[in-house]
C-alpha cells in the first residue's frame, strides 16, 4: 500500500467486527459498526460545508466517544484533526483555533458561554459542532452534533480530493514556554511509529497489510479493551487509544470529568479493561493509596498491562502498584509530542526499573552540542534525539521547526529539549528539561532529578523544584512540595534526604509547601507559576 491512513485502517476493522464494541462511556457502547457510520455521516457534513482537503477540523471536547468519532471523520474526509487543550481561557483558545486555520470545531455544550464570547474573532470557523452534555442547550449559531451523526449516509465517505498517508494530524503540545505549537504528523509515519497495527509490549507484530491486520481479527472473540484515564486531548490518551484501535479494541472513557479513583476501578472491573493508561504519579499515586486502603475492593484480574508517558512515574510507585496487579507490566514510556518512542521501560512483578532510567529506543541517540553522540558510560550528558518516523514540523512556524527538528550526521532528528546520560549498559537516565534548568554557582541542576529525590522521601506526596532569584549563587533551589500526611517535612529533613540521592550542591536551600502541585491532566507542571508561587512565599517570610 501507498501510505498508512488511519480511516482506510478503521473501516476495514469495523467491516471485519461490526457488533464489537468500539467506544464506551459509562452506560453507552457505541459498536464498530455504529462508529464506522457516525464518523461517515460527519465526514459527509464537513464535506458539504465546503471544507477541502486537509482543513482542519477541531475537538474541543473532554474524554467522550465523540472525540475519536470526530478524528476519524476528519480522516475519512481527508482533513486533519486537531486537539485542544480544554483548560485553556479565552486568549488562547483564539490563539489555537486561529493559529491551526480551523474551519470546523466539535465542542461540548459546557463550552458554549466561552465560543460565543471567540467565535466573532474567527472568520475562517465555516461550522460550529454542539456535542450536547446536559449542561446548556445548543445554541442557534451551532449544528447539534447528534443530528449530523445519527442521520445515515452512504460510506464509506471520501473527499473528492482522496485520501493518502501524507494526510496530517496536528497535536498542539504547550511546551514548557510560549504558545501551543502544532505537531504536524503524517498519518503514515504516526501510523509506523505507533506500532504499524502491532503492540510490541504484548508481543502483536507489526502488519504490513490492511489485508493481514484485519485477518488478525476473529469476529467471534472480544477486542482488546483499553481505558484512557488521561485526556485524549493530549498525546498520551490519543495516541494509546489509536493503537488499541488499529487491533480492533474498544476504548473505555470515564464518565465523570474529574478523576475519581473509585470511578476508575469500577469502570475497570465493570468493562473487563485490559490496558490502563494514566500519566505518572499524579494519577499513579492516588490509584496506589485507594488500592493500599481497599487491597480486596475491586477485581483487577483482567489487567495485564499499565502505560505512563511524559512524566515521572516513581520506582516505589510501582513495586506497589505491581502487588495488587501483580500479573500487569506497567510500561513507562519516554517520549513527547514531537518524538514517540525515545525509551522505554517496563516493570513485573519482582523487577521494578529504576525511576528516569530507560531502554534507548532503536532510533534513538544522545548528542553533546557539537553533535558528537554521547558514549555509554563517559559520563558526558546530552540531548536526546530520535530518528526514524518523526514529525514534519510544528504548523506555520519555520524557526521553532528548526530548533526541534535537526540534522546529525546527515540524518533529521527530532531534539525536544531532553537531557541525559547514557550509563554502562546504553540505558538512558534522563535528567530534564534545559529550559527548566536551575543554573546553580555554575553547576546546571535539572529540576525532575531533585524531584525525584524529593519523591522518595515518606512525608511527600508530590514535588517540584524551581530555582529562586539569589545574589550570590545566580539561583538557588526551592523544594515547593505537596506533603503526604498531617506532619510535612523540614527544609533540613528534606535536604539531607536529596544528599543521600544526589550531589550537595542539588538539595534544596528552601522549602514552600503548598495544598497541590496542581498538575495539569497531562501531568505537567507549571514551572513558572510554581516559580512565582515560591517567590512570593519566601519574600513573605
Not at 39 to 67: M, R
Request: aromatic share 8%; with cysteine.
Amino acid at each position: 500500500m501507498v501510505g498508512w491512513n488511519f480511516a482506510d485502517v478503521y473501516e476495514a476493522v469495523a467491516a471485519r467486527v461490526p457488533d464489537r464494541p468500539c467506544q464506551v462511556q459509562g452506560a453507552r457502547t457505541v459498536s464498530w459498526a455504529q462508529f464506522d457510520a457516525r464518523a461517515d455521516a460527519l465526514a459527509a457534513d464537513l464535506i458539504d460545508a465546503g471544507l477541502t482537503h486537509q482543513s482542519k477540523v477541531v475537538a474541543y471536547l473532554f474524554n467522550c466517544p465523540e472525540y475519536l468519532e470526530t478524528y476519524v471523520a476528519a480522516f475519512k474526509g481527508g482533513f486533519a484533526p486537531v486537539n485542544t487543550n480544554y483548560r485553556y481561557g479565552h486568549d488562547e483558545i483564539v490563539y489555537l483555533f486561529d493559529n491551526s486555520d480551523a474551519e470546523a470545531v466539535v465542542f461540548h455544550a459546557a463550552f458554549v458561554d466561552l465560543v460565543e464570547t471567540v467565535r466573532h474573532s474567527l472568520p475562517k470557523v465555516r461550522r460550529w459542532y454542539c456535542v450536547a452534555d446536559g449542561t446548556t442547550a445548543v445554541p442557534d449559531w451551532a449544528v447539534a452534533y447528534e443530528s449530523v451523526v445519527a442521520t445515515p449516509v452512504a460510506g464509506p465517505v471520501r473527499g473528492p480530493w482522496g485520501r493518502s498517508g501524507d494526510d496530517l494530524l496536528l497535536l498542539y503540545t504547550g511546551g514548557t514556554t510560549g504558545m501551543p505549537k502544532g505537531v504536524m504528523w503524517r498519518q503514515d509515519d504516526l501510523f509506523n511509529v505507533l506500532g504499524s497495527g502491532g503492540n510490541a509490549v504484548l508481543g502483536v507484530p507489526p502488519a504490513t497489510s490492511i489485508e493481514e491486520l484485519v485477518e488478525r481479527l476473529d469476529p467471534a472473540t472480544p477486542g482488546f479493551v483499553l481505558l484512557s484515564a488521561c485526556p485524549l486531548m493530549h498525546g498520551t490518551g490519543q495516541f494509546s487509544s489509536l493503537i488499541a484501535m488499529n487491533m480492533g479494541g474498544c476504548i473505555v472513557t470515564l464518565p465523570s470529568r474529574h478523576f475519581d479513583v473509585e470511578e476508575l476501578l469500577s469502570e475497570i472491573e465493570r468493562n473487563r479493561v485490559n490496558s490502563l493508561i494514566i500519566v505518572g504519579q499524579a494519577f499513579a499515586g492516588p490509584l496506589l493509596e485507594h488500592l493500599d486502603a481497599n487491597p480486596t475492593g475491586h477485581d483487577l484480574s483482567s489487567v495485564i498491562m499499565m502505560s505512563s508517558s511524559g512524566v515521572m512515574w516513581s520506582q516505589e510507585n510501582k513495586e506497589g502498584l505491581l502487588r495488587h496487579v501483580p500479573q500487569a507490566a506497567l510500561f513507562d514510556s519516554f517520549g513527547s509530542s514531537e518524538a514517540v518512542g525515545m525509551g522505554a521501560s517496563v516493570s513485573t512483578a519482582g523487577g521494578a526499573s529504576r525511576t528516569a532510567r530507560f531502554q534507548l529506543g532503536p532510533n534513538c541517540v544522545v548528542f553533546a552540542d557539537d553533535g558528537r553522540r554521547v558514549q555509554p558510560g563517559s559520563g558526558e550528558r546530552g540531548l536526546v534525539a530520535v530518528g526514524g518516523y518523526i514529525p514534519v514540523g510544528y504548523y506555520k512556524d519555520e524557526a521553532k521547526s528548526a530548533q526541534t527538528f535537526r540534522i546529525f550526521e546527515d540524518r533529521r532528528w527530532s531534539v525536544p529539549g531532553d537531557w541525559a546520560e547514557v550509563m554502562d549498559d546504553g540505558t538512558l537516565v534522563l535528567l530534564g528539561r534545559g529550559s527548566v534548568c536551575i543554573n546553580t554557582g555554575g553547576e546546571k541542576v535539572f529540576p525532575e532529578e531533585v524531584e525525584e529525590a524529593l519523591k522518595q522521601h515518606p512525608r511527600v506526596r508530590d514535588a517540584v523544584a524551581v530555582g529562586i532569584p539569589d545574589a550570590r549563587f545566580g539561583e538557588t533551589i526551592c523544594a515547593v512540595v505537596e506533603a503526604a500526611g498531617d506532619e510535612p517535612p523540614t527544609l533540613h529533613e528534606l535536604s539531607d534526604h536529596v544528599k543521600e540521592h544526589l550531589a550537595h550542591y542539588k538539595a534544596p536551600r528552601h522549602l514552600v509547601l503548598v495544598d497541590t502541585i496542581g498538575r495539569a491532566p497531562n501531568g505537567k507542571v507549571d514551572y513558572r507559576r510554581l516559580t512565582s508561587v515560591a517567590v512570593a512565599r519566601l519574600g513573605e517570610s
